[in-house]
């Protein structure tokens, strides 16, 4: 198993200090996807509010091993009513 620490970035970053313990970097793939999943599912203002979420996940000497990110746009449409 190896330790792999997930910082995130919004407006804000927040680095993961603890880290979680996988079994591959697969498996933290797999965990980095999830992490965004979970905030669109559960808390969608935080992601549209940010435009750009990212996650990037780094292994035990704080080497940047992959970056998940995802962004949002609004189009100019979004407010316009149709008569």
């Known amino acids: ?15 993961d200090n603890e880290g979680v313990e996988l079994d591959s ?3 933290a793939r797999c965990y980095a996807v999830r992490m965004i999943a979970e905030v669109l599912c559960t ?20 080497l940047t091993l992959f970056t998940v990110e ?6 100019a449409a979004i407010g316009t ?3």
């Open 1 to 15: 198993m190896s330790r792999f620490f997930f910082h995130l970035s919004t407006s804000h970053n927040i680095p």
């Open 25 to 27: 970097l697969e498996d």
């Open 43 to 62: 808390a969608p203002q935080r992601y549209w509010e940010a435009e750009t979420y990212r996650v990037t996940t780094a292994d035990e000497r704080g």
């Open 70 to 75: 995802v962004v949002s746009t609004d189009a």
């Open 81 to 83: 009513r149709r008569s």
